[in-house]
């Protein structure tokens, strides 16, 4: 079974500070781990993905996440937030080994940029 | 490019009346098509999910029902809506099996309100 954990549902962080949102998964084998954002009443856009190699993965506009095996997590990371990248996050976790490429989402992270 | 297609955006529905929600894919072959309900702006649940043309695997018992009637068309339907069917739909599609570790790729939802 594939299980994944965001353990905040709100962030807040001031424009031009770094911001951080948490994501654990639990999955028997090597996992695949996914990134989503979601905007108000439009559908999830994917922002990056770690499959294999380098623990620290780049994605779409300046995000980035670090893979970290030995404490299961994948935490998603900016160095510099914008007001723009208020949104709702959501991390997703894949067994290799399931079928038809099933996903389990997180509950999701509402991320607040004040200006 | 590949692209996703969901409609209607908004529906308002009585309780006890049909539904159809229509999913259509362009530019791919063969994809692995997804039903997701969204409650109140959180998480997500996966509804069913088809690795193929007439090929429907439900998640969860409900009073909904999936079809795919053709390799880039997913339907999602009921014969008699329940008020706890209110929500946002939402239809995602991903390469078949082989290129397991690409992301889902989703529409911009139907939000159903049930009165």
């Known amino acids: 079974a594939q299980s994944v954990a965001q353990p905040e549902d709100q962030v807040n962080v001031a424009e031009g500070n770094p911001l951080t949102v948490k994501c654990t998964y639990s999955?028997?084998?090597?996992?695949?781990l996914f990134w989503y954002v979601q905007y108000p009443n439009r559908g999830l856009q994917f922002l990056l993905k770690?499959?294999?190699?380098?623990?620290l993965v780049k994605g779409s506009y300046g995000f980035e996440a670090e893979f970290n095996k030995s404490q299961t997590s994948f935490h998603l990371k900016k160095p510099s937030a914008l007001v723009s990248d208020s949104a709702l996050y959501f991390c997703a976790v894949r067994d290799p080994n399931t079928n038809a490429g099933k996903s389990t989402f997180g509950d999701g992270t509402t991320l607040t940029v004040k200006p | 490019s590949q692209t996703i297609h969901q409609w209607p955006a908004t529906l308002v529905q009585p309780v006890g009346s049909p539904l159809s929600l229509e999913c259509t894919v362009e530019g791919t072959s063969n994809p692995n098509l997804y039903w997701y309900r969204q409650a109140a702006g959180r998480g997500l649940q996966l509804l069913f999910y088809s690795v193929g043309i007439g090929q429907i695997s439900s998640e969860v018992p409900q009073n909904l029902s999936a079809s795919r009637p053709q390799d880039r068309q997913f339907i999602l339907s009921s014969k008699k809506l329940l008020l706890s069917d209110s929500g946002f739909y939402l239809c995602?599609?991903?390469?078949?099996?082989?290129?397991?570790?690409?992301?889902?790729?989703f529409g911009d939802g139907t939000r159903l309100s049930i009165l």
């Open positions: 999955v028997s084998g090597n996992p695949y």
């Open positions: 770690y499959i294999t190699g380098d623990n």
């Open positions: 995602a599609w991903s390469p078949a099996p082989g290129a397991g570790n690409q992301p889902q790729h």
